[in-house]
Every structure is written in structure tokens, then in C-alpha cells.
């Protein structure tokens, strides 16, 4: 079992920055393939950006690429997201994600066996 508490949303202005984490829990963290996603409303929940465990293999949507980081930390139990030229289409609740089956890097949401609560980020114009 991995539980995921994701934690740094807010309210930025285009342009700006914000860095998303995601505490996990669970002795087995470090085998997890993780991801983050993003939903909007009415819309379906969307891949962003994921890493396997080794962080080794990265991968982000076409959206994001350049502008979004993804990065762990196996000896702190952490994932990260750091968002830079953030854009007000970026505006959403972001979701921490855990896949169960390592090395892979999958944008599948079906394919993620744990996710956190989420956390909001609004990007004003």
C-alpha cells in the first residue's frame, strides 16, 4: 500500500512558478514508477509528467515540456513537480499518481494503482 499527500497548489500569476510535492508512504516507494496529473473542470483527468523509479526515464506531455520538471527522492519518499512559465491553461487540481510496475514511465491513467487527494493550482492572467 502507498499513500500520496500532495502539497504546494496556489494561486500564481502567468509567468510564475510553483513547485508541486508529493509525500508517499509505504516501504516500497522506491520500486513505484510516479506520475502527476492534472484535471480541469469538466474536463478529463490528463497526463503531465512522469518517472520511473530510478528516475532514470522521464516523460512529460507535449503541453509542458520545457517548462515543467519532474524529479524523487528515494531516501525521502518524495516526488516532485517544479512548474515554470506557468500558463492560465495550466490552471487545475494536480494529482500525485504511484504504478505499481516498475520500469516503466506510463501516461495511462488506468495504469496508476495509487493517487493523492490532489492539490488546486490557479495560473491568473
Known amino acids: 500500500q502507498v499513500q500520496l499527500v500532495e502539497s504546494g497548489g496556489g494561486l500564481v500569476q502567468a509567468g510564475g512558478s510553483l513547485r508541486l510535492s508529493c509525500a508517499a508512504s509505504?516501504?516500497?516507494?522506491?520500486?513505484?514508477?510516479m506520475g502527476w496529473f492534472r484535471q480541469a473542470p469538466g474536463k478529463e483527468r490528463e497526463f503531465v509528467a512522469g518517472?520511473?523509479?530510478?528516475?532514470?526515464?522521464?516523460n512529460y506531455a507535449d503541453s509542458v515540456k520545457g517548462r515543467f520538471t519532474i524529479s524523487r527522492d528515494n531516501t525521502k519518499n518524495m516526488v516532485y513537480l517544479q512548474m515554470n512559465s506557468l500558463k492560465p491553461e495550466d490552471t487545475a487540481v494536480y494529482y500525485c499518481?504511484?504504478?505499481?510496475?516498475?520500469?516503466?514511465?506510463?501516461?495511462?491513467?488506468?495504469?496508476?494503482?495509487?493517487w493523492g487527494q490532489g492539490t488546486q493550482v490557479t495560473v491568473s492572467s
Open positions: 518517472i520511473t523509479w530510478s528516475g532514470s526515464r522521464l
Open positions: 509505504g516501504r516500497t516507494f522506491s520500486t513505484y514508477g
Open positions: 499518481a504511484a504504478d505499481s510496475t516498475p520500469f516503466r514511465v506510463t501516461s495511462r491513467v488506468d495504469e496508476y494503482d495509487y
